[in-house]
Nanobody
């Protein structure tokens, strides 16, 4: 069955960095785009970033542009989210999600369980 397992969340000080990983299994990873979402306490889930199946196209929310970088290693069935210059407003549970198609305009059809990121001093 399709599985997505996030890891790498932690408590970090403002200005710090984290790298999240999303390990996928149970499907042909390189046929699907993958996205990262986050949900802060009391807020709706929001899209953070997405990468196409080959990695040739990437997308970012305005709030993270220039600070976050998404990448993928299709040989390892893993997507990464490098987060730099973290701010307290980046705090939340981060989820990865498989897109139903090659590109990021496809809908998300499978989700991981999430990993907690807390940015605080």
């Amino acid at each position: 069955q399709v599985q997505l397992v996030e890891s790498g969340g932690d408590l970090v000080q403002p200005g710090g960095s984290l790298r999240l990983s999303c390990a996928a299994s149970g499907f042909t990873f390189n046929l699907h785009a993958t996205g990262w979402f986050r949900q802060a306490p009391g807020k709706e889930r929001e899209g953070v970033s997405c990468i196409s199946r080959t990695g040739s196209s990437t997308y970012y929310a305005d709030s993270v542009k220039g600070r976050f970088t998404i990448s993928r290693d299709n040989a390892k069935n893993t997507v990464y989210l490098q987060m730099n210059s973290l701010k307290p407003e980046d705090t939340g549970i981060y989820y990865c999600a498989r897109r139903s198609g090659y590109a990021c305009d496809a809908s998300s059809d499978y989700w991981g369980q999430g990993t907690q990121v807390t940015v605080a001093s």
